[in-house]
């Protein structure tokens, strides 16, 4: 499976983003897709994700403001980033699940800034 992510980049507090990404390869076996982050000197964590029959997880600190989405015939996600705040810059990745595997994009920056 291969991913690739596109959207992200520089945006005042309080601003909104969309992150997009797509599946290519194996894609009849993905299961969950997600997407993850990582901030400067800190762990990769979850930041939202939706299984194939749509139930969704968020992290307490996006729930309300970030809403997840997936198309299950273009086999793509999608991350709808609003309110955002200087504590949600990180590199984002896509994230996919399939038969037992993880499968990771290339990671996109979104920085929150004024």
């Known amino acids: 499976v291969q991913l690739q992510a596109s959207g992200g980049g520089l945006v005042q507090p309080g601003g909104s983003l969309r992150l997009s990404c797509v599946a290519s390869?194996?894609?009849?076996?993905?299961?969950?897709m997600g997407w993850y982050r990582q901030a400067p000197g800190k762990q990769r964590e979850l930041v939202a994700r939706i299984t194939s029959g749509g139930v969704t997880t968020y992290a307490d600190s996006v729930k309300g403001r970030f809403t997840i989405s997936r198309d299950n015939v273009k086999i793509t996600v999608a991350l709808q980033m609003n309110s955002l705040k200087p504590e949600d810059t990180a590199v984002y990745y896509c994230?996919?699940?399939?038969?037992?595997?993880?499968?990771w994009g290339q990671g996109t920056q979104v920085t929150v800034s004024s």
């Open positions: 390869g194996s894609i009849f076996s993905i299961n969950a």
């Open positions: 994230w996919v699940t399939a038969q037992g595997y993880n499968y």
